[in-house]
């Protein structure tokens, strides 16, 4: 079967492209995260968290390839691990486990899910990108707990210096991860983005169009993103 690589899969073809920070504002504007900061400052966080996962990309060797990548995990000391899925979780998709003995630990049914997604709506694309999806994502994650520091954390003492509160917000590690992933695979659509097709795909009688939803979601994060400039 002839794959298309995913850095030139024409996203624009199913839905808006949305960047990596209003796709993160959906992410983020729920109950929970309004409990630590106000609505109109999710702009600047989620900027935040964005431009950290960026600089993580700074001194990182080109890793084109699944072999390539695998091999310089392990080379971290990082095991590696292919299962089925998660014996208890359906959607959890892969993970990373710190400790004396780190384990990145990608589930073949997420690979099979986003194999079968991008047959269907737009192209068949080699299954080895779809595992790099994974592993770059995970080994950011590596990277926070050895390297880099834990971005939650790190936003955490930043937002307490500038406005006397401390947050804790998880979702800021996820954003960085994306972003990392993103530009890692020198991709032009956010790994972000996917996650939300996946979503809305599982939702077939929704009343609104997946457009529809997506401009929707601009619209809020644009006239929020004035209202924090001004």
């Known amino acids: 079967m002839k794959y298309i690589s995913l850095r030139f899969i024409k996203m624009e ?36 968290a964005i431009r950290m996962g ?8 080109t890793l084109a390839n699944l072999t390539d990548l695998i091999n310089h995990l392990l080379k971290q000391k990082i095991q590696v691990r292919f299962l089925d899925r998660h014996p208890t979780d359906q959607h959890v998709r892969a993970q990373y486990q710190t400790g004396k003995h780190p384990c ?5 049914s997420s690979i099979q899910q986003m194999e079968r997604f991008f047959r269907q709506q737009l192209a068949p694309v080699d299954p080895k990108e779809l595992y790099m999806l ?53 991709l032009s659509w956010s790994p972000l983005l996917l996650d939300h097709l996946l979503s809305f795909q599982k939702q077939p009688h929704s009343s609104i169009s997946l457009r529809e939803h997506f401009h929707q979601l601009k619209d809020e994060f644009s006239k929020m993103a004035e209202v924090t400039s001004s």
């Open 13 to 48: 073809q199913l839905c808006p492209v949305l960047p990596l920070e209003v796709l993160s504002f959906q992410e983020m504007k729920n109950e929970q995260t309004l409990e630590s900061v106000q609505m109109d400052q999710l702009p600047e966080l989620i900027q935040d």
């Open 54 to 61: 960026k600089l993580a990309v700074e001194r990182r060797p």
């Open 104 to 108: 990145i630990t990608i589930y073949r």
């Open 134 to 186: 994974h592993l770059f994502h995970e080994w950011f994650h590596h990277l926070e707990e050895v390297e880099i520091g834990r971005i939650d954390r790190k936003l955490a003492k930043q937002y307490r210096q500038r406005r006397f509160q401390r947050i804790v917000i998880p979702q800021v590690r996820e954003i960085a991860a994306h972003a990392f992933t993103q530009q890692m695979m020198n």
